[in-house]
């Protein structure tokens, strides 16, 4: 940290420095305050809209996390709106290497997986499973056949990989792709398998042939137009 800070105060020289007021309602008010030359405090005066938006847009442009560039083909759907983040893409059916808890008696291996819809909203992921090729609006959504998910609801853990700064789409998605796939399956989710037999036995018979999609659970009358509606 003395290290960082030795760094930024060879780099940078303080010329502004930001009051924030609060009342018992949760209202906020802020001031700003010039720096002079010396270090000292001017007098304060309210924020103009011209020094938030040139604050916040220095900072944007430097860390934005909000992807970029060109839309892969995978991506169903994007909200970039600040605070209505959202993202859908799918994967269609195909092998991935699973990682599980020494408990569970599954081997660290690669296996057959169903075709996969994924949903990011803010920090939140959600994931279905969906039978055949090509997707359309009328594809039907199943419950993901994995463990760490309830319903749709995936557990991250503690996980807490930070996606990198000024991604493309492609960076979005493999980064949400790698936080679910590259961690340890651990638990059923809601103690209760996403499958109609047990989710240990059916990961393991995907090991060498195709996922069995007869496997699969519903969620009733939910397809991917509805579920895109619903965002």
């Not at 859908?88 to 990682?99: D, E, Q, T």
């Not at 496997?215 to 009358?221: D, G, I, N, T």
């Amino acid at each position: 940290m003395n290290e960082i800070t030795t760094k930024i105060l060879d780099n940078f020289s303080p010329v502004s420095a930001l009051i924030v007021y609060e009342n018992g309602l949760n209202d906020k008010y802020i001031e700003v305050c010039d720096i002079n030359k010396h270090g000292r405090l001017g007098a304060a005066k309210p924020v103009s809209i011209d020094f938030m938006i040139s604050l916040c847009q220095s900072f944007s442009e430097t860390h934005s996390r909000t992807p970029s560039g060109a839309m892969p083909g995978e991506m169903l759907y994007c909200d970039t709106r600040a605070g209505k983040e959202t993202y859908v893409w799918f994967n269609p059916p195909m092998k991935r290497r699973m990682y599980f808890k020494e408990s569970l008696n599954i081997k660290n291996a690669e296996y057959n997986v169903p075709g996969v819809v994924y949903v990011v909203q803010g920090g939140d992921l959600d994931i279905y499973a969906y039978k055949g090729k090509p997707m359309t609006t009328r594809t039907k959504l199943f419950k993901a056949p994995f463990f760490n998910v309830t319903d749709s609801s995936v557990c991250l853990g503690n996980d807490k990989e930070i996606l990198c700064n000024n991604p493309t789409f492609s960076d979005l998605m493999e980064h949400w792709e790698k936080r679910f796939w590259n961690s340890e399956f651990s638990h059923l989710g809601g103690n209760a398998n996403p499958t109609k037999s047990n989710l240990v036995t059916v990961t393991k018979s995907a090991k060498n042939k195709p996922f069995d999609e007869t496997q699969l659970v519903s969620f009733p009358k939910l397809t991917l137009e509805k579920l895109l509606n619903e965002l």
